[in-house]
């Protein structure tokens, strides 16, 4: 087990084998690697853990992953109202980033499909959140129950449309025979008459 305290920097390399935990700060110039848990401000047995949130520039490649969702840890559970209206208003675009005046974030030259953040707001405000310099994001994730319960609420419309149509069908059938039934009629009276 080691422990500092203050800031500690490495610029080669640094092997720990046990326990090791920095009170202050750490600073790794280089490639850094981790094999177990990586805690960050707080303890856990799992992967990486922050107390706080991570930035990334660049992409995050994984192979799996789970978000906490269990019951247990919810209260005020309220069933979504209104998705398809609230889908309907909210524009799909495609973009490029403004590479040269943000350098510091790496963007890439691709184009990417996505939201707005302002425009999302305005709609469903919990799925955007502001940093410390007032710039959105989107919590990309929450729009799966918000197009789940709009794909309900537009498969109950087809589902309407479908019944009306069956019976427009069953009424077209009943004039046909109503309409036929009469030219019959209309056709023995012509003989009658000659």
């Given at each position: 087990?080691?422990?500092a ?10 092997a ?8 202050g ?13 990586l ?24 192979s ?79 729009f ?20 009306l ?19 019959e ?10």
């Open positions: 087990t080691s422990t305290t203050g800031l500690a920097t490495f610029t080669g390399g640094i720990v084998a046990g326990t090791s935990s920095v009170t700060g750490i600073t790794f110039d280089g490639t850094t690697s981790f094999t177990g848990a805690n960050v401000g707080a303890t856990t047995a799992t992967g990486v853990y922050t107390g706080t949130g991570i930035s990334v520039s660049g992409t995050v490649t994984a799996g992953s789970a978000l906490t969702s269990d019951r247990r840890y919810k209260k005020d559970i309220a069933r979504l109202t209104s998705a398809l209206d609230d889908v309907m208003k909210i524009r799909g675009v495609s973009y490029n980033w403004r590479r040269s005046e943000f350098p510091t974030y790496a963007f890439d030259n691709n184009t990417h499909y996505g939201f707005i953040a302002q425009e999302v707001e305005e709609v469903i405000p919990e799925l955007v959140g502001t940093d410390e310099l007032g710039m959105k994001s989107i919590r990309y994730l929450g799966t129950p918000v197009l789940l319960e709009a794909m309900k609420e537009q498969q109950a419309e087809i589902e309407e449309l479908k019944d149509v069956k019976e427009l069908k069953e009424d077209n059938i009943m004039i046909r025979e109503e309409l036929e039934a009469l030219r009629l209309v056709l023995g009276l012509g003989d009658g008459v000659r």
